[in-house]
Nanobody
Framework: QVQLVESGGGLVQAGASLRLSCAAS????????MGWFRQAPGKEREFVTA????????YYTDSVKGRFTISRDNAKNTVYLQMNSLKPEDTAVYYC?????????????????WGQGTQVTVSS
């Protein structure tokens, strides 16, 4: 099993920045891909970004390109999501997810492990 714990959410004004963290524990050696998804009230869960621990490409949904950056600290088994120039439409619960597949995917069904989520609220 893999356990994921997110932190760093909060209430900010439009244009501000936040950094989310996702600490992984357990059988982390089996994890090949990490990703972030978000879900706004009344909407489906949406892909934000994903990358492979072994390197390679990083993928972002178009609406966050140039504003959000995913990064990692291997020593801490932690993944970060730096969010800049936040907009009210970024308001959502943000979830960290882990996959055993070596190919990053935007399909949340391919991620068997999930954190509890952290709320991000951006006011206008």
């Amino acid at each position: 099993q893999v356990q994921l714990v997110e932190s760093g959410g909060g209430l900010v004004q439009a244009g501000a920045s936040l950094r989310l963290s996702c600490a992984a524990s357990g059988r982390t050696f089996s994890v090949y891909t990490m990703g972030w998804f978000r879900q706004a009230p009344g909407k489906e869960r949406e892909f934000v970004t994903a990358f492979s621990w072994s390197g390679g490409n990083t993928y972002y949904t178009d609406s966050v390109k140039g504003r959000f950056t995913i990064s990692r600290d291997n020593a801490k088994n932690t993944v970060y999501l730096q969010m800049n120039s936040l907009k009210p439409e970024d308001t959502a619960v943000y979830y960290c997810a882990a996959s055993l597949s070596s190919v990053p995917s935007s399909d949340y069904a391919r991620f068997p492990y999930w954190g509890q989520g952290t709320q991000v609220t951006v006011s206008s």
